[in-house]
């Protein structure tokens, strides 16, 4: 374990200090502030909940001006939160598509086999973690995902993977972009940490 006395541990996605205490950070009593002083009312979002974050959540993962938001092939959903977004997705997937399996990662957070369960898919694990080199053994990754099948789902990260905080490289996603096309599956991204 790390002994140095400035450690944080944001491996549960919430700031602890060295109390185990989770406090309210600077910035976010600050939003609230504003939020005080400055909102008119407790309403509802609308279904569409905020056009222009979902504009900008587009802009910021594909580019502004990518033919995918111009040729409106991506879509944005605000959901309840993470889980609440994968069972989202998962129920979609379930309901409104020919899939029945979604691959995850080996390790994951322990939620994504429940939720895509849950929804009555199978899941299946694909090798991420070199525990003895603590980096992405990306080999044994590429090997499990051959086995993916057209049709299949594959969860990936958008970043800060959970637990290992490992990410591929540039080159490493360009390969498994080329993967997913020359296989048929469909890459889904969690982006909890964006």
Excluded at 136 to 146: E, G, P, V
């Amino acid at each position: 374990a790390d002994e140095r006395p400035g450690k944080i541990n944001l491996g549960i996605g919430v700031y602890k200090d060295e109390t185990g205490k989770t406090p309210v950070l600077t910035s976010v009593k600050k939003a609230e502030q504003y939020l005080l002083e400055n909102e008119t009312t407790k309403n509802y979002l609308g279904i569409d909940g905020i056009p222009e974050f979902g504009r900008c959540t587009q802009e910021l993962l594909f580019g502004k001006g990518s033919t995918l938001i111009n040729d409106k092939r991506a879509r944005t959903a605000q959901t309840p939160g993470g889980t609440g977004a994968l069972r989202v997705a998962a129920d979609f997937l379930a309901k409104n598509t020919s899939v029945k399996r979604v691959w995850v990662s080996n390790p994951s957070w322990p939620n994504h086999k429940s939720v895509f369960n849950s929804a009555g898919l199978e899941v299946r694990e694909y090798a991420y973690y070199d525990a003895e080199n603590h980096t992405l053994d990306f080999d044994a990754l590429i090997n499990s995902l051959n086995e993916a099948q057209a049709g299949d789902v594959v969860l990936f990260h958008g970043c800060c993977h959970n637990p290992t905080g490992i990410d591929p490289t540039l080159e490493q996603w360009q390969t498994l972009a080329q993967l997913s096309v020359e296989k048929g599956w469909l890459p889904l991204f969690d982006f909890a940490y964006q």
